[in-house]
């Protein structure tokens, strides 16, 4: 777990962030500098579109260690998080069973990524899968709640979606039914930070709301295992 010596020490280093990728074999491994490197490249939208990520049990196999060794497993994670902070954050998503690297972005930067329009689909779902814990959407509930009053509303919804799909946030889902169906992914669950979803929840609600509150409000729990999120 994480220390306040560690803590302390990062956020000094995070005035000269650049020394802190230099400082990287400090306090990694060989064979975890090379499992960091296998999931920065899996996670590449470019490289494994539609796949992003390695299994627990693939970076496992990288480590030559146990895939039942949660010590060693969460140390890794914990390590690179510390170090990299102001530029990574290693995610595993137990649901999804993904290990995945996300590049921090600014607020202007992720503005340039995604309109206000694939933004609002996004947290839409995020809220359907993530809170109600629906296991997928429908193109006919985002057609109702967003564009039924648009002109060329299903194209634009589409259009929106599929910048939205290739990032990694979602996937297709395919059933039995004939009906246009979404499924986010681990990026897609993890592209919101905390303080997004508490200004987002104050906001529809007219008041303040902690952390804690806003936390238990979107599951935020139940999708990440541990660590703080200074977002």
């Known amino acids: 777990m994480e220390t306040e010596s560690i803590k302390s020490a990062n956020e000094k280093s995070n ?21 960091f490197m296998h999931l920065l490249y899996s996670s590449s939208a470019t490289i494994r579109a539609g796949n992003f990520g390695l299994s627990r049990k693939d970076v496992a196999k990288i480590l030559e260690m ?20 102001r ?9 999804r069973d993904q290990v995945i690297v996300m590049l921090r972005a600014t607020a202007r930067m992720a503005k340039s990524t995604l309109s206000p329009e694939a933004m609002a689909i ?18 006919s509930q985002l057609f109702e709640a967003f ?6 509303a299903s194209q634009k919804l589409k259009v929106n979606i599929d910048t939205l799909r290739k990032i990694g946030a979602v996937v297709d889902y395919h059933s039995d039914s004939d009906e246009e169906a979404y499924q986010l992914t681990a990026i897609g669950v993890n592209m919101f930070s905390d303080s997004f979803l508490r200004r987002a929840v104050e906001f529809s609600q007219s008041q303040q709301f902690n952390k804690d509150e806003v936390l238990k409000f979107f599951k935020r729990y139940n999708v990440q295992y541990s660590g703080d999120d200074s977002e």
């Open 15 to 35: 005035h000269q962030p650049l020394a802190n990728m230099n400082a990287l074999q400090s306090y990694l491994t060989e064979k975890e500098e090379m499992a």
């Open 66 to 85: 146990s895939p039942d060794d949660d010590d060693g497993f969460y140390s890794f994670i914990n390590r690179v998080n510390q170090g990299l902070s």
């Open 87 to 95: 530029y990574y954050k290693v995610i595993y998503d137990k649901k």
């Open 122 to 139: 996004l947290l839409l779902m995020f809220y359907q899968q993530e809170v109600l814990q629906h296991e997928f959407t429908l193109l």
């Open 147 to 152: 564009g039924h009053e648009q002109l060329k």
